[in-house]
């Protein structure tokens, strides 16, 4: 367990973590001395802060930014069940245990809803699909009929942006 934080520690990790996306602090969770059977009692626990700032301090801030890319790349695929074997296979070599993976990414969350909000920036971090788009094979885009007006029921078919691999229009 983490050493306990003074108060102007304490700042600067609660600020650090706040730069951090969800994505972000599972990777720093997983990579840290966290057990990986920790079920905290209390959701707001603040070990968990010193937990992210110890895996951010062993991988450093790029590569947990890269890591968490590649995570929330990997859960879009994982949702709509697209995972190919290429993947996969990536994936589990970043995060060979599932069940430290499960935990980390419950503290996370708690982490979010109890002790550090974060930045609009953190939550702009891109999932990044690490292999090509199951779906549109790595062109970055798919043929589909697209509604161009819902009121008159106006469609058009044709290329555009993939909904899996492209940032959707809008965001940061």
């Given at each position: 367990?983490?050493?306990?934080?003074?108060?102007?520690?304490?700042?600067?990790?609660?600020?650090?973590?706040?730069?951090?996306?969800?994505?972000?602090?599972?990777?720093?969770?997983?990579?840290?001395?966290?057990?990986?059977?920790?079920?905290s009692q209390i959701p707001g626990d603040a070990d968990v802060l010193g937990w992210i700032g110890q895996g951010v301090a062993r991988l450093g801030r790029d590569e947990i930014r890269q890591r968490g890319s590649y995570l929330a790349g990997y859960r879009r695929v994982w949702l709509r069940k697209l995972v190919t074997r290429e993947i996969g296979r990536r994936h589990s070599q970043r995060f060979p245990s599932a069940r430290r993976l499960n935990t980390a990414e419950s503290r996370a969350s708690a982490s979010i809803l109890y002790l550090a909000k974060p930045t609009p920036a953190a939550q702009a971090l891109p999932a990044v699909i690490d292999g090509q788009c199951p779906k549109c094979d790595g062109a970055g885009k798919v043929w589909a009929t697209w509604v161009i007006d819902d009121a008159s029921d106006w469609c058009e078919e044709g290329y555009g942006p993939c909904w899996l691999c492209q940032p959707e229009e809008g965001a940061a």
């Open positions: 367990m983490p050493a306990t934080l003074d108060a102007p520690q304490a700042a600067s990790v609660t600020a650090l973590v706040e730069d951090l996306s969800a994505w972000e602090r599972t990777v720093a969770l997983y990579a840290s001395d966290m057990p990986s059977t920790y079920g």
